[in-house]
Every structure is written in C-alpha cells, then in structure tokens.
C-alpha cells in the first residue's frame, strides 16, 4: 500500500460539514485507510492578480491514506466527492474562487507523478502555502519532500519565516 496525503478546504457552506464528508466518502473507499486527519485551520483566502475578491475564509485540513488505488483513480474519485458536494465542474468554475470543496493529492509517497495537467505530484505549490503545509505538518512533520529533500515540518517553519517578512501565505485568519 502506498502513502498518499491530501489536502482538503472549503469555503462555501457548512465548511465543517464538508470537510467531514469528504473524510467520511475517502474511508469507504476499496483498498483505502484513512490512517489519521488533522485537525481543521481557518485561513484566509489567497490574494493577487487573478484571484477572485470577497471570498469567505477557508477551512483547510489533510488526510494521510494507505491505499493500493492508482494515483489517476484515487483523483476521479475525490473529483466525485468535490461534485456531489456541489462544487462546479472544472471548465466552469473560477480559477482560485470559491467552492464547497476541494481535495488535492499532496504526495503518494516518494513518488513522482506528472502525467497531464489534472495530476501532478508532488502538488507544485504546496511548498509555498502555509493552508497546506500546517495542517500537513500536523499528521506527517517527519515525511520527507521527494523532490527538495526537507521534512514537511522544516518546509513550514521556513515558510512562516518567509510570511514574516514578505506578508500573506494565506496564513490563519486573525482576529
């Protein structure tokens, strides 16, 4: 069985309860255990050009897996889950708007994957957001990036370094 972690985040609707419902579909799915899930962060959205204004904040978490699914069919079904949440499909959606749920594959374990647009792992931008990196951190501080060789737990740190001088990573919301 291979170890794959997922991001997951929501922001339209009961986020909580969206969150939930895409850790409760992944648990009964052939060949997978969930094997633990984070605990769940509020972020704010990402910022800049191209990214949609006045979206609510995020509700982020991962999930680590065992699973012997293919990486390509491990996607169709968390795109499943993202539709029967409701989420818009694909060409008629907003790049980086809102939704009411999005699942990304992480890391299947050392390996690495680029077979089209749709999958590429490790995901290209987890290392640059701290949505992803905390919650990640939390369930697996010791894995070790495939590609730049730094535990996920060193990647964080660095990154909150970094947030401290340059400003938003799409860090916790503050009150």
């Known amino acids: 069985m291979k170890d794959v972690y997922l991001g997951i985040g929501s922001n339209l609707g009961d986020r909580t309860a969206h969150l939930k419902y895409a850790c409760d579909q992944i648990a009964q799915f052939d060949l997978t255990y969930v094997i633990a899930v984070s605990p769940f962060y509020e972020t704010a959205p990402l910022t800049g050009e191209g990214v949609p204004d006045n979206q609510g904040t995020f509700l982020n978490g991962a999930i680590h897996l065992q699973t012997d699914l293919q990486p390509t069919d491990l996607l169709r079904k968390l795109q499943h889950i993202e539709t029967e949440a ?19 594959i992480l ?18 931008r987890m290392c640059e957001r701290w949505f992803v990196l905390k ?7 010791n894995f070790v990036h495939p590609l730049n060789h730094h535990k996920i737990g060193e990647l964080l740190r660095d990154l909150e370094e970094q947030s401290n001088r340059e400003g938003n990573l799409g860090l916790p919301v503050k009150d």
């Not at 299947?108 to 089209?116: L, P, Q, S, Y």
């Open 86 to 104: 409701g989420r818009v499909v694909k060409n008629k959606r907003v790049h980086w708007g809102p939704r009411e749920l999005d699942i990304d």
């Open 107 to 124: 890391l299947v374990g050392k390996e690495m994957i680029n077979e089209d647009e749709e999958l590429t792992v490790p995901h290209p």
């Open 135 to 141: 919650p990640l951190a939390d369930i697996a501080e």
